[in-house]
Structure formats: C-alpha cells, structure tokens
C-alpha cells in the first residue's frame, strides 16, 4: 500500500530565503507526483506535476524533482515571500489501488515572515 | 475560463441529519474525484467518475456516503444520517482526461461540513 510522508510538518523561515520541502513515498511504482498548494479555507491548487519519466519540473521560483528509485521528492523555493506562506502537499499517483486516486502527504505548513 | 465549484462552502449538520454536497467540474472534464480532508491532514480518496459511470467507490467509509453524477456533469456526495466523524472538508476534483497517470487533477474550493 502507497504511503505518502512529508517533512518538515512545519516551517518558519524569514522572508528572502531558500528553502527545500521533502516528500517520501514508499511505492515506486507510479505514474505521476503532484504538488500542491493549499490557503487556509481553500481548495488546492496544482503547482507542479512531474510525470514517472521525468526528473525535475520548474515554474517560477519553484523547482521540484523526482528521484523514483529512491521514492523522494523535494519542492525548492527559491527567495521565498510572505505570499508563500501556505500548506504544501505532494501527492503519488500509484499504479496500483484503484483508478486515478491521488495518495496525498498530510502536508508541510510554510509560513514565511517578513 | 470557470474553475470547479462547490456548494455550499460551509454546512453546518445536527448528527443524524442528511446532506447534500454539490459539485460542477469543469465544463467537458471526464474524470471526477471526491476526497475528505480531515483537520491537519491530507485528502483521503471517497470515490471516481468518469462520465456518469462510477468506477471507484472503494473510499467511502461506509454506507451512509453515496455519490452520484447522472449526466455525467455536475455531481452530488450524499451522506446519510451524518455522525460527528463526518466532519471534515469534502473537496471535488476534476481532470479532462480518463488515461490514467496523465491526468492533472484539478479541484474545488471544498465543502466544509461540521456535525454537531
């Protein structure tokens, strides 16, 4: 059974700085992992996909790879901002379990001060 | 263009009542997925649509939660005879394609449900 782990749980940073969200997944047997972005009270919104045969996707200040092998994932965030501050969430996308379920990480909490 | 909608954002519920979670994916999307976040966790698969034809149902928790979409569009997640557990945000998503591991899924603000 796919599990998704995310690391840290939560972080507080100063504004400026770069920074690195960990995502482990004991499966690696998937199609797909997905980032996500969630605002208190809000839906999710997709940041990156990153398909099984790809290594890394980049958009914006935003940098996330794919080691499959090894079942990690990481978000990098470059000169992060106070409007980061947010809950990110990986999620895997398995082949296994069902039709196209998600399988999500509960979440890193960002909270970027000025 | 529209984005997936919910409603009602917020549903308040005294324990042993019905509910009705509405949701309108995006217009010519396939695929509807519903999961349930719980406070300080990640979403949790309920169940998949493609089209009208309900192909997963293996994450409702029990026989009080029923999803249907008749006409392939809009969506409802019904629970019956809701408990103080069924408390939690119920987010719809949608993806325009059925293949599966290519899909981008892309969700709704949520709904979200407090049983008193």
């Known amino acids: 059974k796919q599990e998704v782990t995310q690391i840290p749980a939560a972080l507080s940073v100063p504004e400026g700085e770069n920074l690195v969200l960990n995502c482990s997944f004991t499966d690696s047997a998937i199609y797909n992992l997905q980032w996500f972005r969630q605002d208190p009270g809000k839906g999710l919104t997709s940041l990156l996909l990153i398909q099984s045969s790809q290594r890394e996707q980049t958009s914006g200040r935003l940098n996330a790879s794919l080691d499959k092998s090894s079942g990690r994932s990481t978000l990098y965030i470059a000169a992060s901002q106070p409007g980061d501050s947010a809950t990110y969430l990986c999620a895997a996308f398995p082949f296994s379990g069902g039709y196209n379920k998600l399988i999500f990480g509960a979440g890193t909490r960002l909270a970027v001060h000025p | 263009g529209a984005g997936v909608s919910q409603s009602p954002r917020y549903k308040v519920a005294k324990r042993g009542q019905d509910v009705a979670l509405r949701c309108d994916p995006i217009s010519g999307h396939v695929s509807l997925f519903w999961y349930q976040q719980a406070l300080g966790q990640g979403p949790e698969f309920l169940t998949y649509f493609q089209n009208e034809a309900q192909l997963d149902k293996s994450g409702l928790p029990s026989d009080r939660f029923f999803a249907e979409r008749p006409e392939g569009s809009v969506s409802t997640l019904k629970i019956q005879r809701t408990q103080q557990e069924d408390s939690a945000v119920y987010l719809c998503?949608?993806?325009?394609?059925?293949?599966?591991?290519?899909?981008?899924?892309?969700f709704g603000p949520g709904t979200r449900l407090t049983v008193l």
């Open positions: 998503a949608s993806s325009p394609m059925a293949r599966r591991g290519y899909n981008e899924q892309f």
